[in-house]
């Protein structure tokens, strides 16, 4: 009940009487009570005004259960939220829950990652109240060939959720990272169970850097967050839900032909390598180019000295004033 007293509170800017309250959930004044002590005692700051009733004032920075329930405005994504202040990875538990049949648009949220990890297997060091560590569960009806996809269409939702939230320009490094000032502040793990045809589900884990204030000397140079790149602190809970708004956009329009073919020009607009001479770490051979945009594959398109190349994994480095980063 208390994601409802929150939900009502914020409805309106003036107060709701505790009678109000009684009336629309069907419970007695002493449960509205204990509800909005238990908020208080959360962080929130309730104003009570006899004859008036009740009147938030503020909230703390929590992405709980009970806050992000509060601000869902999404049609799917949410429609199913687990909370942890400490777990080893969002990525395990929401493939867990997949397991256990919970449905598409469960989102998992964690304040706090043991054993977060990147792409290639690299570690993913998750401080308490710093970022904002999420997986959301898909179970989407299409051919598997197609879901890597997916991962560009959550960096879109990424970084216009950030430059919406922070009022800042956040950019994609091809194909999935989000940087601000040139340094990178959120990376994308997308993971599928599948069989031939069909997909059993796929977990998308974001992880961001909102409120960092130092990094390790190793990664220093190519690392930030939110607050060091904008000096803004912005409340998680509200970054979470307009991911999962934009996500539900860009997602509905990728549905309609399983491809980028109707994202691709935006995709390009936010692309930090578009234009720019970049490397790419191939497997086979590394080369250098300059990156044109990507193709409704998803594919980045190099052209190079002798030809054009299409890029479908690797590493790609973006060239600055010090050399590519």
């Keep these: 009940m208390k994601s409802e007293i929150l939900e009502a509170l914020r409805e309106t800017d003036g107060y709701v009487s505790g009678q109000d309250l009684c009336n629309k959930f069907g419970v007695s004044r002493t449960a509205v009570w204990k509800a909005i002590k238990q908020l208080k005692e959360a962080g929130y700051e309730i104003e009570a005004v006899p004859n008036k009733g009740y009147h938030i004032v503020s909230a703390p920075d929590l992405m709980n259960k009970v806050e992000l329930e509060s601000i869902r405005n999404t049609t799917w994504a949410g429609q199913e939220i687990y909370y942890y202040d400490v777990t080893d990875s969002t990525n395990i538990r929401a493939k867990e829950l997949a397991e256990e049949g919970h449905p598409s648009g469960t989102l998992v949220v964690a304040d706090h ?117 904008t000096g803004k602190r912005i409340r998680r809970a509200e970054l979470i839900e307009q991911i999962l708004e934009q996500f539900e956009h860009y997602y509905a329009i990728f549905m309609e032909t399983e491809d980028l073919s109707g994202l691709v020009k935006e995709y390009n607009s936010i692309l930090v390598n578009m234009n720019k001479s970049v490397r790419v770490l191939d497997p086979k051979e590394p080369f250098e180019g300059k990156a044109m945009g990507i193709t409704k594959k998803g594919e980045l398109i190099v052209d190079t000295w002798e030809s054009r190349k299409m890029v479908s994994s690797g590493e790609v480095s973006v060239r600055g004033l010090y050399g590519y980063v």
Excluded: Y
């Design 113 to 229: 990652q043991e054993s977060g990890r990147g792409r290639r297997g690299r570690s993913w060091d998750s401080p308490s109240g710093t970022g904002i560590f999420m997986t959301l569960l898909l179970k989407p009806e299409m051919n598997p060939n197609h879901a890597s996809m997916l991962t560009l269409v959550a960096a879109m939702a990424v970084a216009r959720a950030i430059s919406k939230c922070a009022d800042t320009e956040a950019l994609i490094k091809w194909p999935n990272d989000i940087v601000i000032g040139g340094k990178k502040i959120c990376g994308i793990l997308t993971e599928m169970s599948a069989q031939f045809d069909f997909i059993n589900h796929i977990v998308i884990g974001i992880g961001i850097n909102v409120h960092n204030e130092h990094f390790p000397e190793e990664i220093a140079e190519t690392a930030s967050s939110i607050l060091l790149q």
